[in-house]
C-alpha cells in the first residue's frame, strides 16, 4: 500500500474498513432478530431491557428507520409511512433512541423543495402536498431543519394571503378556494408562524380552517 497513491490507498483502505462495517451491521441485526423475544418477555415480567440490548437495538431500528425514509425519497405512499411508525413504536417499546440524521436532512430538503414549488405554482395540489410532507415529518418526529422554509413562506406565501382572502368572498367555487387557503394557514401554522388573524377572517367565511385536513 505504501507504493501506492494516496487515492488508491484511501480507496483500498475505504473498501477493507466498508466490509467490517457490514459484518458488524450483519451482526447487531442477528443479535437483534435473536434477543427480541427473550427481551419483550422480560418486559411483559417487569424488567428492563439491558442496556446492551438497546445499543442493538438503536443501530439496528435507526438503520431500518432511515433505509426506509430513504427508499421513499421520491413518494412518501401510506405504506412507507406506516412501515416506519412500527419502526418508531418499536424502538419506543424498547426505550432505544432512534437516530435520524439521514432522515432529517432528506426531510429538509424535500420541505424546502415543496415550498419553493408551492411558491412558484400556487395551487391547492402543491399546497396538499407540502403538508403531507409536513404531517408526516411531525408524525415521526424527525425534526427537520425549516429555517429556510419559513423563509420561503413568509417573503413569498404570507403576504399574500389577504388578498386570497378578499377574493373569496366573490368565489366561483367557495369550497374548494377556502380548502386551499386552509392549507396554507395549515403550512404556515406547522411552520411556527403565527396565522391566527388568518384564521379568524376565514373562519367568518366558512368556518372552522384551523384544524389540518384530515384526508393526507
Known amino acids: 500500500l505504501k507504493d501506492l497513491f494516496i487515492k488508491e490507498r484511501r480507496n483500498i483502505?475505504?473498501?477493507?474498513?466498508?466490509?467490517?462495517?457490514?459484518?458488524?451491521?450483519?451482526?447487531?441485526?442477528?443479535?437483534?432478530?435473536?434477543?427480541k423475544m427473550p427481551i419483550s418477555q422480560l418486559q411483559e415480567i417487569g424488567l428492563e431491557v439491558p442496556e446492551e440490548f438497546k445499543i442493538v437495538a438503536e443501530y439496528t431500528l435507526s438503520k431500518a428507520f432511515n433505509s426506509t425514509i430513504i427508499e421513499s425519497i421520491k413518494v412518501l405512499n401510506e405504506?412507507?409511512?406506516?412501515?416506519?411508525?412500527?419502526?418508531?413504536?418499536?424502538?419506543?417499546?424498547?426505550?432505544?433512541?432512534?437516530?435520524k440524521k439521514p432522515s432529517k436532512e432528506?426531510?429538509?430538503?424535500?420541505?424546502t423543495r415543496n415550498m419553493n414549488l408551492l411558491a412558484e405554482n400556487p395551487e391547492i395540489q402543491q399546497a396538499h402536498k407540502t403538508?403531507?410532507?409536513?404531517?408526516?415529518?411531525?408524525?415521526?418526529?424527525?425534526?427537520?431543519?425549516?429555517?429556510?422554509?419559513?423563509?420561503?413562506?413568509?417573503n413569498k406565501i404570507f403576504s399574500q394571503?389577504?388578498?386570497?382572502?378578499?377574493?373569496?368572498?366573490?368565489?366561483?367555487?367557495?369550497?374548494?378556494?377556502k380548502k386551499f387557503i386552509g392549507y396554507l394557514l395549515n403550512i404556515?401554522?406547522?411552520?411556527?408562524?403565527?396565522?391566527?388573524?388568518?384564521?379568524?377572517?376565514?373562519?367568518?367565511?366558512?368556518?372552522?380552517?384551523?384544524?389540518?385536513?384530515?384526508?393526507?
Not at 412501515?83 to 433512541?97: M, P, Q
Not at 432528506?106 to 420541505?111: A, G, R, S, Y
Open 106 to 111: 432528506i426531510f429538509t430538503e424535500k420541505i
Open 131 to 154: 403538508l403531507n410532507i409536513l404531517t408526516v415529518a411531525k408524525q415521526l418526529n424527525i425534526d427537520p431543519l425549516i429555517k429556510e422554509a419559513q423563509n420561503i413562506y413568509f
Open 13 to 35: 483502505i475505504n473498501e477493507l474498513l466498508q466490509d467490517k462495517l457490514d459484518k458488524f451491521s450483519s451482526t447487531f441485526q442477528e443479535l437483534y432478530s435473536e434477543g
Open 79 to 99: 405504506d412507507t409511512v406506516q412501515k416506519a411508525l412500527d419502526i418508531k413504536s418499536e424502538a419506543e417499546k424498547i426505550g432505544a433512541k432512534l437516530h
Open 188 to 216: 404556515g401554522e406547522m411552520l411556527d408562524i403565527n396565522v391566527e388573524k388568518f384564521y379568524s377572517e376565514l373562519n367568518r367565511i366558512m368556518p372552522p380552517a384551523n384544524t389540518i385536513i384530515k384526508d393526507l
Open 161 to 177: 394571503i389577504p388578498d386570497l382572502l378578499k377574493h373569496l368572498w366573490n368565489s366561483g367555487n367557495l369550497k374548494q378556494d
